[in-house]
Structures are given as C-alpha cells and as structure tokens.
C-alpha cells in the first residue's frame, strides 16, 4: 500500500511562486509514473502534469505550459511541481497521484491513478 503526503501549499499573491512537494511512504514509488491533479470548489478534479518513472518524459495540461515543472527527486522517489507565474485562477486543492499499472503512456485522467494524496491547498491572491 501507498500513502502520499503533499507539502508546500499556501497563500500568494498573483505572479509568486511555490514549489509542491510529494513523498510517499509504505513503499517507494520511484517505478511508478507520477502524476499532480488540482481541483477548485464546484469544479471536477482537473489534470495538470505527469513525470515518467525515469523524470525524462512530462507532459503539462495546456493552461500551466511555461509556468508549472514537475520534477523527480535524485532518488526518483519524491515528486515536486514547481509553480511560477502564479494566477489567481491556479487556486485549487492540489493532489499528488501514482499510477501503478501503466496501461497508458500518459495518464492524463484521475482513473488511470490507483493511489492519491490527501491534497493541499493552494490560494493565488489577485
């Protein structure tokens, strides 16, 4: 079984910055394709990026290209979404998710993930 814990959420202003954090535990997840979702109230949970197993192959929802990096720690096992440029559009309880099975190149819907975070909270202040 799989937990993961995200950190480095918060309040900032338009145009700040943060840098989210994923770490698991009960097992390591550097085999597993990695994954950060986000979900705004009244809205359904959205995609927002995937890293490989490897860290070498991402792919961004199109509203976060240029201002989002997901990342992997040196150890593969940590996951991180670095956020630029924030907007205050980009609020949203942000959740970290791994997907195990690998039955497509990119998960890119909450279905392809069998194991999620609790969520953290990231507010953008106008």
């Known amino acids: 079984q799989v937990q993961l814990v995200e950190s480095g959420g918060g309040l900032v202003q338009a145009g700040g910055s943060l840098r989210l954090s994923c770490a698991p535990s009960g097992r390591t997840v550097s085999d597993y394709v990695m994954g950060w979702f986000r979900q705004a109230p009244g809205k359904e949970r959205e995609f927002v990026a995937t890293?490989?197993?490897?860290?070498?192959?991402?792919y961004y929802a199109e509203f976060v290209k240029g201002r989002f990096t997901i990342s992997r720690g040196d150890a593969k096992n940590t996951v991180y979404l670095q956020m630029n440029s924030l907007k205050p559009e980009d609020t949203a309880v942000y959740y970290c998710?791994?997907?195990?099975?690998?039955?497509?190149?990119?998960?890119?819907?909450?279905?392809?993930?069998?194991?999620w975070g609790q969520g953290t909270q990231v507010t953008v202040s106008s």
């Open positions: 890293i490989s197993s490897s860290g070498s192959t991402t």
């Open positions: 998710a791994a997907d195990s099975r690998r039955r497509v190149v990119r998960p890119t819907t909450p279905g392809e993930y069998d194991y």
